[in-house]
């Protein structure tokens, strides 16, 4: 008769070890590189009319090496739900976090907590714009609220740390040191590096600065919209080129000084006037993007360099689109889609294919889903978006999505922007505004941007839209029911953000 006899407990622990290495050999590396409020169509990559101008070559390759989503939208096109939304595959009513006023709930169920029980290393560094502790990161790094470009201070569990320097060379500096020097290299990791830049009031280091001073950029064709069919929300609005922009100059400052004598100075009135105050601010704006990408491509180096480029998946996104001078604007908010729309570029060698054009709908409430895929993770069930993980292996699921539910909060508020919510189907997009200064309390709109892509002609009135204008509603109400939304009462009283 054999005697079987139990192994040492070494050994036992041994192949556990073994077991567990060998799971994180095939765990891809997540490097989650985000940006505030980068339009998409400031990245050469979408084409466009500042294309030529080879602004953006590492973000370029990102999408030449991997896939280029091209119908890519968020939830509620402002700054601090936009970044809630992307910790917890919700929309803004879920989490909680419906505007850039109030707190955020750290406690809740977020994707790096699961990612961490799932063995992953996980890292926050750069701009987060949600105020408190964060949870379920190893290491943490943020920049308190909207953050400084020039010597920034950074929050972490250690306290508070100033550096100097410019923020978006900074917030690599630091998470290179944290993948080179501070993770553990036997787990997989998720690092996400946040950057303040393109956030106004858009101050570039002084290399692009220098660079950009006296470049002229092409004009967008709506600089001049009229909004001739439009109802109170784009007439009233706050963001115009023409009548907001001066404020966002801080005149104090050495750098504005030239600013400060140009409005003092000049002759330049109406049109001429709106054109000069164009350029000047794609000069300030698009030397920050140069300098975003200019660091994105050290941190692509380093991939290369520790041979980490083949299981990783490198994502890139914003936290929402901008106007840069479309419908005579800045800033972001509206449903329309230079502000609705965000860019998304993804690259994992063998898995994604190079060159890859993505035109299904996504929206950032699929991008905690998606990290948890990749990870091997139960996605929660309460979580309401889809892994983009079959689109990246164009494996499109039969029943992904047709339609995209959007809700804006924040008024009144900052740029006077309305309360809407909408829904679009990628073709047509039905928009409702609502609530206090709107007239009779409701207003619709609707596009067709198959023959309107610049969103110049409302056809809600239009009798041949009738059918579809009724489909879209049917369609916006189930999506009110499947996303479970909730009306939330409206601030009457416009409060300062912090």
């Not at 409005?263 to 109406?270: D, I, P, R, S, V």
């Not at 919510?421 to 609502?434: C, H, P, S």
């Amino acid at each position: 008769m054999t005697r079987f006899t139990q192994p040492p407990l070494f050994l036992f622990l041994l192949l556990i070890t073994c077991i567990a290495n060998a799971q994180n050999d095939t765990k891809p590396n997540i490097l989650w590189i985000f940006s505030d409020d980068h339009a998409f169509q400031a990245i050469g990559a979408y084409g466009g009319r500042f294309e030529s101008l080879n602004l953006t070559s590492n973000l370029d390759s990102i999408a030449s090496e991997g896939m280029r989503f091209d119908k890519a939208y968020v939830g509620n096109s402002i700054c601090a739900p936009s970044r809630a939304t992307l910790l917890t595959g919700k929309h803004s009513h879920k989490n909680g976090k419906i505007d850039n006023r109030g707190p955020f709930d750290h406690d809740q169920q977020q994707f790096q907590k699961l990612l961490q029980k799932s063995g992953y290393q996980t890292a926050m560094i750069g701009k987060i714009h949600l105020s408190g502790a964060m949870q379920g990161f190893d290491y943490w790094e943020v920049l308190p609220g909207q953050g400084k470009y020039k010597n920034p201070e950074f929050i972490s569990e250690a306290g508070r740390k100033q550096y100097q320097g410019h923020s978006t060379d900074i917030i690599t500096d630091r998470a290179l040191n944290w993948l080179s020097n501070e993770r553990d290299k036997s787990k997989p990791f998720m690092a996400m590096v946040h950057y303040k830049a393109p956030h106004r009031n858009w101050i570039a280091a002084p290399r692009f600065r220098e660079r950009f001073k006296t470049m002229t950029f092409p004009e967008p064709e709506t600089l001049f919209d009229d909004y001739q069919t439009r109802g109170v929300a784009a007439h009233k609005q706050d963001l115009s080129i023409a009548h907001s922009m001066r404020n966002n100059w801080d005149f104090k400052a050495d750098r504005w000084k030239h600013r400060k004598e140009f409005f003092e100075n000049t002759k330049l009135t109406g049109k001429d006037l709106i054109r000069e105050k164009y350029q000047m601010y794609m000069r300030d704006y698009l030397a920050c993007i140069a300098g975003v990408d200019e660091n994105i491509g050290r941190l692509l180096q380093y991939l290369k360099d520790e041979d980490l480029e083949k299981n990783t998946l490198v994502m890139y996104s914003a936290d929402q689109g901008f106007y840069l001078g479309e419908h005579g604007w800045f800033d972001k908010r509206f449903m329309y889609e230079e502000s609705f729309r965000t860019p998304l570029l993804a690259k994992w060698p063998e898995v994604i294919k190079p060159g890859s054009i993505n035109t299904d709908l996504v929206q950032n409430i699929d991008f905690a889903e998606t990290f948890l895929d990749l990870a091997g993770a139960e996605i929660p069930r309460d979580m309401q978006g889809k892994s983009l993980l079959p689109l990246m292996k164009n494996e499109r699921p039969d029943d992904w999505r047709d339609s995209l539910y959007y809700h804006y909060y924040e008024y009144p508020g900052t740029h006077k922007v309305r309360r809407h919510e909408g829904v679009t189907t990628g073709r047509y997009k039905l928009i409702r505004f609502y609530g206090v200064d709107v007239p009779n309390g409701e207003e619709w709109e609707l596009y067709d941007l198959a023959r309107d892509k610049h969103e110049r002609a409302n056809q809600y009135s239009n009798p041949e839209y009738s059918a579809i204008i009724a489909n879209l509603k049917q369609e916006l109400q189930e999506l009110r029911q499947q996303y479970d939304v909730v009306d939330i009462p409206q601030v009457t009283k416009n409060k300062k953000k912090k």
